[in-house]
């Protein structure tokens, strides 16, 4: 688990990114959107969005890695299936 400072909006506030569990992609929150970065190339494969209101502060993989759950300044919390395509 890492955290880094996001400044969204002119307001920094700390985010929590993840692994999954074979260390091959990354989740990062971006604003309202989570982007899943593919470490062998650093390429953003997906793009997760459409539920949040807020900036997303923290998201976390699933042990198999098929599922990321995230929370947000919004007060919400999502469930996504990353084996499904998102643009």
Known sequence: ????????????SPCKFDWNMTGSRLAVPFGQEIKIIER????IVST???FHSGAVLA???SPSGRYLISSGADK???FWDCEKPFK
Do not use: C
């Not at 062998?40 to 390429?43: A, G, L, M, N, V």
């Open 1 to 12: 688990e890492s955290v880094f400072s996001f400044n969204h909006g002119g307001q920094s």
């Open 59 to 61: 998201v976390r993989f």
């Open 40 to 43: 062998t190339s650093w390429r």
């Open 48 to 50: 997760l969005s459409g």
């Open 76 to 78: 919400n919390v999502a």
